[in-house]
C-alpha cells in the first residue's frame, strides 16, 4: 500500500473520510510516527555508511549529521575499506586488560566497540575509510507514491497504529488501546519475519 | 533534525485537546515534560559522553574531587590514557592502609566513604597537572528550558503619511516585530525518543485529579511510554549482540594462567 492508501484506509476505519475531525497532516503524521516506531521495534531497514576517521580520534558521534544524523539503531559489522578488513568488535575491557594506553596506539583500524547508544569507537586510529553496516530508521513517507519498505503483509501495522494514536487523541481510550493492541501483534509479526527470514534455507534434517 | 522543548509542550497541549491552557499550563505541562526527560535518561542511561573536566585535573596533594552536577554512573576513568581501577574503600584499607595519605601516580578511585559526587584518587596527585584525567559516564540531559522573544527596537525616518503608500511610506519606516526567539532547548536523545517523553507527560496530565482527569486514557499513554523505554532498554543489549560467540570461535582476550604447584604439596594423596 502506498503513503496515499494507508491515509484514505486509516480515514475509512476512523469513519472520517470527510477528513472532519483529524486533517490530512495529522493522518500523515501519525502514519509516520508509527513507521518510525516499528523501524525501531524490528529494525527490519539495513543499509551501509561511510565513517571517515583520523588519526586523532578513538570515538566518533554517529549522531553527527555528517555521519548518520539520530537515524542509527544498532551496529552489524564494519569493513575498512583501505586495507580490505573486516574489523574485530570488541569491548573496551578487553583493550583495557590487554593494551594499557590503547588511546595512543595509530594504525589502520582493527577492532571496533560501541559506547552508550551511538558512539563507535575504534582501535587503533588512523586515517581510514570504513563502511559501516547497521541498521537505521528509514526516511518517512512524504509523496503519496512512498510505499513502506517492509513486504505489504504489514503494511496495516501502520494503519493500525495511526487509528491508536488518532483515538487517544480524541480521548477514546479503549479504541486506541484495541488498534494499539493489532499494532503490537503485527509488529511482532513482522520482528520475526525479519529475525527468521534465512532460517527455512539452514535447518538441517536428520540424515 | 532536533526537536524542541517550547514545540514539545505545544504538540502535548494539542494532543490533550487543551491548547487554550484552560485546565493544563504550560508550566504545568513544561514540568512532565522534564520529569520524563530525566526519568527516560535516569532509567536507560541512554546519554553518554567522555570528557576532560578541569574539576578532575590534578592538584598537588590534594586527595578528593568533586564529579561533574551532570554525571549519574561513571563507565569508565583514564590517568594518561591508562584505566583507573575503581575500588571500595574496604579493599583500599586492606590492600594500603595508608591511602589517604600516599602519594604518587594515580592508579585507581574510590566512590564511597567521601560523600556522593565525589571521588578520591588513589594514589594522591604528587604535582599539579591539567589534562591527565579524562572520564566516560552517563549523565543528565540539560534542564529544559522555553524559549524567550525578546522585542526589536524601532525607528521612524520621519512621520508616516496621512494617507498609506507602499511605494512612499513604507521604506521610510523600519518595521517594529519581535526578535527571533532566544532557542528553547534541545533534547540531546534521538528525535524518535522524544515521543516517549510526549506520551509520559500525556499520562500525567491525565492522571492527576481535577477536570480532565481520565485514568483510562492516562494508562493508555502510561503502557506507550513503557513499551518505548523498553525499546531504549533493549538498544543497549542489542548494540552488544554482534559479540556473541560460538564454540570454536576466536574467544576474547583472557588474562595469563594463575600460577600453581606442581604436585598436591600438603594434601594427603590416596
Known amino acids: 500500500?502506498?503513503?496515499?492508501?494507508?491515509?484514505?484506509?486509516?480515514?475509512?476505519?476512523?469513519?472520517?473520510?470527510?477528513?472532519?475531525?483529524?486533517?490530512?497532516?495529522?493522518?500523515?503524521?501519525a502514519i509516520n510516527d508509527g513507521y518510525e516506531d516499528i523501524s525501531e521495534h524490528t529494525e527490519w531497514y539495513e543499509r551501509s555508511a561511510t565513517v571517515t576517521t583520523d588519526a586523532t580520534n578513538n570515538y566518533y558521534d554517529l549522531t553527527n549529521s555528517?555521519?548518520?544524523?539520530?537515524?542509527?539503531?544498532?551496529?552489524?559489522?564494519?569493513?575498512?575499506?583501505?586495507?580490505?578488513?573486516?574489523?574485530?568488535?570488541?569491548?573496551?575491557?578487553?583493550?583495557?586488560?590487554?593494551?594499557?594506553?590503547?588511546?595512543?596506539?595509530?594504525?589502520?583500524?582493527?577492532?571496533?566497540?560501541?559506547?552508550?547508544?551511538?558512539?563507535?569507537?575504534?582501535?587503533?586510529k588512523a586515517v581510514a575509510s570504513l563502511s559501516f553496516r547497521h541498521s537505521a530508521i528509514p526516511a518517512a513517507l512524504s509523496a503519496s507514491s512512498d510505499t513502506p519498505g517492509f513486504p505489504q503483509e504489514f503494511h496495516f501495522a501502520l494503519v493500525e497504529y495511526a487509528l491508536a494514536d488518532l483515538f487517544a487523541q480524541d480521548g477514546e481510550p479503549k479504541k486506541a488501546e484495541a488498534h494499539w493492541r493489532k499494532y503490537f501483534d503485527l509488529a511482532a509479526s513482522l520482528k520475526a519475519f525479519v529475525d527468521n527470514r534465512q532460517k527455512i534455507d539452514r535447518v538441517g534434517a536428520l540424515g | 533534525m532536533a526537536k524542541y522543548f517550547t514545540e514539545q509542550v505545544t504538540a502535548v497541549l494539542a494532543r490533550l485537546g487543551d491548547s487554550t491552557q484552560s485546565i493544563w499550563t504550560r508550566t504545568e505541562i513544561g514540568n512532565y515534560?522534564?520529569?520524563?526527560?530525566?526519568?527516560?535518561?535516569l532509567r536507560t542511561g541512554m546519554l553518554w559522553k567522555k570528557a576532560a573536566p578541569s574539576g578532575l585535573d590534578d592538584v598537588a596533594s590534594q586527595a578528593t574531587y568533586t564529579l561533574p552536577t551532570d554525571l549519574y554512573k561513571i563507565e569508565r576513568i583514564t590517568w594518561k590514557k591508562k584505566r583507573l581501577i575503581p575500588l571500595r574503600a574496604s579493599e583500599l584499607q586492606r590492600e594500603d592502609p595508608r591511602y589517604e595519605t600516599t602519594t604518587g601516580d594515580v592508579w585507581g578511585y574510590i566512590q564511597d566513604g567521601d560523600g556522593i559526587g565525589t571521588i578520591r584518587k588513589v594514589r594522591i596527585p604528587a604535582s599539579t597537572v591539567s589534562g591527565n584525567v579524562s572520564?566516560?559516564?552517563?549523565?543528565?540531559?540539560?534542564?529544559?528550558a522555553n524559549a524567550t522573544l525578546a522585542p526589536l527596537s524601532h525607528e521612524f525616518e520621519g512621520p508616516p503619511s496621512a494617507s498609506w503608500s507602499i511605494t512612499t511610506d513604507l521604506p521610510r519606516i523600519a518595521m517594529v516585530g519581535f526578535s527571533l526567539p532566544a532557542a528553547s532547548t534541545a533534547f540531546e536523545c534521538p528525535d524518535r525518543f522524544v515521543k516517549y517523553i510526549r506520551d509520559y507527560a500525556c499520562a500525567r496530565a491525565l492522571e492527576r485529579d481535577g477536570p480532565g482527569q481520565d485514568l483510562k486514557l492516562s494508562a493508555f499513554y502510561q503502557t506507550r511510554y513503557d513499551v518505548g523505554l523498553s525499546h531504549v532498554l533493549r538498544r543497549r543489549s542489542r548494540v552488544q549482540a554482534v559479540r556473541t560467540g560460538s564454540f570454536g570461535a576466536p574467544t576474547k582476550a583472557s588474562a595469563p594462567p594463575k600460577p600453581r604447584l606442581p604436585w598436591q604439596y600438603g594434601k594427603v594423596v590416596r
Not at chain 1, 551511538?118 to 587503533?124: A, C, M, N, S, V
Request: glycine share 6%.
Open chain 1, 1 to 29: 500500500m502506498d503513503f496515499s492508501s494507508l491515509q484514505t484506509e486509516v480515514q475509512r476505519r476512523a469513519e472520517d473520510s470527510g477528513a472532519s475531525v483529524w486533517s490530512a497532516v495529522e493522518v500523515k503524521a
Open chain 2, 33 to 41: 515534560i522534564q520529569e520524563g526527560y530525566d526519568d527516560l535518561t
Open chain 1, 66 to 124: 555528517s555521519i548518520l544524523s539520530d537515524t542509527f539503531l544498532s551496529p552489524r559489522a564494519v569493513f575498512n575499506s583501505t586495507t580490505n578488513r573486516w574489523l574485530d568488535m570488541c569491548d573496551v575491557r578487553e583493550l583495557d586488560l590487554s593494551r594499557v594506553q590503547w588511546e595512543n596506539n595509530t594504525g589502520q583500524p582493527q577492532k571496533w566497540f560501541i559506547r552508550g547508544l551511538w558512539h563507535l569507537g575504534i582501535w587503533p
Open chain 2, 135 to 144: 572520564i566516560e559516564y552517563l549523565y543528565r540531559g540539560t534542564t529544559l
